[in-house]
């Protein structure tokens, strides 16, 4: 069982450009999520996606846009990258009552 | 105030040791409580849900206090491999699908 899979594990990006966080999970669930992990700022909520075919601003959604595939995927899209948006940014699964289940990140660098 | 609130630490402890984490949350509707653990550069892992009655999972056991709106974390008998970091998590609000993470409170067990 693979989990919860993010691509690309790491990236380096000019401000300006764009990118797509990719988010696939094989642990049938109905909601996904994005975070953003900053050093003193806890985890913060970016996007969720209670099911497929709807989405929902979290916390930070500003500069980010992201899209439900289908059940299993949930991007997660930089239309134009700042400094600010440097980050570990994290995907995760509901697992029912029991919280969550996590992708292992992407560290984004944005120069 | 935050919602979620953690001592950051550093806890500096030794092997074998019994510590303790606090953490208390601002919205007195909060329905669900977890510990996670993080390890240095890897995604959040659940450690164990926090129920009412409190809880025990081998050497840790969890505590919550609703009147004062804080729940606990007991480790005993630590180990090496309990240095990581501790992320107190909150369900607000029934039906709410969001987790709040605290900042996490950083462990490390000296030999």
């Known amino acids: 069982n693979a989990g919860v899979t993010q691509t690309p594990k790491f990236q380096v990006l000019k401000t300006g450009q764009s990118m797509t966080l990719q988010c696939a999970q094989d642990?049938?669930?109905?909601?996904m999520y994005w975070y953003r992990q900053d050093p003193g700022m806890g985890l913060r909520l970016i996007y969720y996606s209670a099911s497929e075919g709807t989405t929902d601003k979290g916390e930070v959604p500003n500069g980010y846009n992201v899209s439900r595939l289908n059940k299993r995927e949930f991007s997660l899209r930089l239309e134009s990258a700042a400094p600010s948006q440097t980050s570990v940014y994290f995907c995760?699964?509901?697992?029912?009552?029991?919280?969550?289940?996590f992708g292992s990140g992407t560290r984004l660098t944005v120069v | 105030r935050k919602e979620v609130e953690q001592d950051p630490g550093p806890f500096n402890v030794p092997e074998g040791a019994t510590v303790a984490f606090n953490c208390t949350y601002s919205?007195?509707?909060?329905?669900?409580f977890f510990w996670y653990r993080q390890d240095c550069r890897k995604e959040p892992k659940l450690l164990m849900s926090?129920?009412?009655s409190g809880n025990e999972d081998g050497r840790f056991t969890a505590q919550l206090n609703r009147a004062s709106q804080y729940i606990s974390l007991l480790i005993r008998d630590s180990k090496l491999s309990d240095s990581a970091t501790y992320l107190c998590?909150?369900?607000f609000g029934i039906g709410n699908e969001k987790l709040t993470f605290g900042t996490g409170t950083r462990l490390t067990i000296i030999p």
């Open positions: 998590v909150v369900k």
């Open positions: 995760a699964g509901r697992q029912d009552f029991y919280g969550y289940t």
């Open positions: 926090v129920y009412s």
């Open positions: 642990m049938n669930h109905n909601s």
């Open positions: 919205n007195s509707a909060s329905q669900s």
